[in-house]
């Protein structure tokens, strides 16, 4: 017997079996880490919450991989209340930039239309280079107000 193998305790030691045990679990667990990742990637969607609480908020680029730089974009917007109501009627002002660079958003993106079920078209949305930007949108129902700021690197 190997004298490094001596000063082991039996139940420490590894054996075939334990070794192939133990790289298919490696291979499993490694395997839906990078799935997942790649999902939430390709989808690009965001999820918050609003700053007080009130709303949740989800802003859904409708493109998969990544954002065009330079060109007009309309993303959807949908507002629900923490229990899962869709918020309708609501005014929702649209504001941003890339804080790193201390500039604004290059356009003046607007909800436009709503599309029922408490989402809201966001038309005029442009980025003008790569790089960490917020989107913060200023929600206003009947009965409350709140904001949520997104942050997105847009990065390819």
Request: with cysteine.
């Amino acid at each position: 017997m190997f004298f490094g193998l001596a000063l082991i305790p039996q139940e420490m030691r590894f054996t075939m079996s334990n070794i192939l045990k133990l790289s298919i679990f490696c291979l499993v667990f490694i395997t839906a880490t990078v799935v997942g990742e790649q999902a939430t990637q390709e989808t690009l969607v965001w999820q918050q919450t609003s700053e007080q609480g009130l709303f949740n908020v989800t802003l859904d680029s409708q493109v998969e991989n990544a954002v065009e730089i330079n060109e007009f974009l309309e993303w959807i917007l949908t507002v629900e209340s923490v229990s899962g109501e869709a918020v309708s009627p609501a005014r929702i002002t649209v504001g941003g930039g890339m804080p790193a660079h201390g500039h604004g958003l290059p356009t003046q993106p607007q909800v436009s239309e709503y599309l029922g079920e408490g989402k809201y078209l966001v038309k005029g949305l442009k980025f003008s280079m790569n790089g960490r930007w917020e989107l913060s949108f200023d929600i206003q129902s009947e009965d409350h107000r709140d904001k949520v700021v997104f942050d997105l690197k847009i990065d390819y």
